[in-house]
């Protein structure tokens, strides 16, 4: 059984920063597609950061460009995502996410399978 449990989430004010941890257990993650969205309340989910499943590729939504980082750790089997320079913008749930064997990385949830819980960020001004 494939589970994501993320952590990490919480309440900063504006210009902080947050690393988001996404734990993956019945899933290997080399070699997978993985990546990271969010919805606000009243907004649809978006993409912000995917992580390849070369294992060095990544994109980013234009509006966290710069400011977060995905990466993943093989042998923890676990993604992150460091997000600096916060804004009252990026406040949302965030969720981890988990694709097929796919080299490129690709922000449109309907390529990923597997989904966590989510974590709250809340950022103030």
């Known amino acids: 059984q494939v589970q994501l449990v993320e952590s990490g989430g919480g309440s900063v004010q504006a210009g902080g920063s947050l690393r988001l941890s996404c734990v993956i257990s019945g899933y290997a993650i080399s070699n997978y597609l993985m990546g990271w969205f969010r919805q606000a309340p009243g907004k649809e989910r978006e993409g912000v950061a995917a992580?390849?499943?070369?294992?060095?590729?990544?994109t980013y939504a234009s509006s966290v460009q710069g400011r977060f980082t995905i990466s993943r750790d093989t042998a923890k089997n676990t993604l992150y995502l460091q997000m600096n320079s916060l804004k009252p913008e990026d406040t949302a749930m965030y969720y981890c996410?988990?694709?097929?064997?796919?080299?490129?990385?690709?922000?449109?949830?309907?390529?990923?399978?597997?989904w966590g819980q989510g974590t709250q960020v809340t950022v103030s001004s």
């Open positions: 992580s390849g499943g070369d294992g060095s590729s990544t």
């Open positions: 996410a988990a694709g097929p064997r796919w080299k490129g990385p690709r922000l449109l949830s309907d390529y990923y399978n597997y």
